[in-house]
């Protein structure tokens, strides 16, 4: 019996693995978040076991495993570079959260993101609601080395 394991794409824009087994192509996409609703597809272990040696597609946050069961938990233990991981895989939820939280906790987290298809989330994020601190416009315009202006001008 072949094991699935749930596959997230938290970022906005589109996402497609093509895994190669068995003489042949079977092609994986995700279509990219859209506000609160999450992309999620079920993909066999092998699948996953695979990107996990020949992408960086976890460990830059492409995509996330959904931790339903600890078999999965010690599957994710496994990513290389875990800490990298987990810092540049945020949810639209996690996000919101950093950004309506206080000044030194949200440059706190963001400072840990490290890859710029993040930043670009986090920035289409403070955009959709609507960041109405100054000083948090300002960190987050210098953190994504772009002008204040580009980001929440109207």
């Known amino acids: 019996m072949v094991k699935n394991n749930k596959i997230a794409r938290y970022r906005s ?15 994986f996409q995700w279509a990219g978040s859209k506000r609160n609703k999450v992309d999620i597809k079920e993909v066999p272990e092998e699948v996953v076991e695979w990107l996990m040696m020949n992408s960086r597609c976890f460990s830059e946050g492409e ?8 078999e999965v938990k010690d599957i994710v233990d496994n990513i290389d570079d875990l800490e990298k991981y987990k810092n540049n895989s945020h949810s639209r939820e996690d996000i919101e959260k950093i950004l309506t939280g206080n000044f030194n906790a949200m440059k706190k987290e963001l400072e840990k993101i490290t890859v710029n298809e993040e930043k670009r989330f986090v920035i289409d994020v403070a955009k959709d609601v609507k960041l109405d601190s100054s000083s948090k416009q300002k960190f987050i315009a210098e953190w994504a080395n772009v002008p204040v202006d580009a980001i929440f001008g109207e």
Request: hydrophobic content about 40%.
């Open 63 to 70: 995509l996330v495993i959904i931790e339903d069961t600890e």
């Open 13 to 27: 824009f589109p996402y497609t693995v093509n895994y190669t087994a068995g003489g042949g192509i079977k092609v």
